[in-house]
């Protein structure tokens, strides 16, 4: 069973930073690809970063420069460090997990950050920046 306990959210003002953690269990955390999505009011859920079991890593062009993601496979955790927050970046804030298939490598940058690639979902956390 695979389970994602997203922790770190809160309030913060604009200019500020906040680092969220995503810890995993139930799977062999190091043979599948990770990411952060987001989801504000009224709004779809939206791809914000991701990483894949070699590191590799892919941004929504919103966030590119200010936001990073990483793992640590000791610990099997996902973070997402968030530096010059906006209040755009208001929402909720979900981690996603899904198996690396055979075609990994040819498939998942193009669709790193879209919903369907992700088979597992956590539970969400909240991100609210203040003007």
């Known amino acids: 069973q695979v389970h994602l306990v997203e922790s770190g959210g809160g309030s913060v003002q604009a200019g500020g930073s906040l680092t969220l953690s995503c810890t995993a269990s139930?799977?062999?955390?190091?043979?599948?690809?990770m990411a952060w999505f987001r989801q504000a009011p009224g709004k779809e859920r939206e791809g914000v970063a991701g990483?894949?079991?070699?590191?590799?890593?892919s941004y929504a062009d919103s966030v590119r420069g200010r936001f990073t993601i990483s793992r640590d496979v000791n610990k099997n955790t996902l973070y997402l460090q968030m530096n010059s927050l906006k209040p755009e970046d208001t929402g909720m804030y979900y981690c996603?997990?899904?198996?690396?298939?055979?075609?990994?490598?040819?498939?998942?940058?193009?669709?790193?950050?879209?919903?369907?690639?992700?088979?597992?979902w956590g539970q969400g956390i909240q991100v609210t920046v203040s003007a």
């Open positions: 990483i894949d079991s070699s590191g590799i890593t």
């Open positions: 996603a997990a899904a198996l690396e298939s055979a075609d990994h490598a040819t498939t998942w940058y193009v669709f790193a950050l879209e919903k369907f690639t992700y088979d597992y």
């Open positions: 139930g799977y062999t955390y190091n043979t599948y690809s």
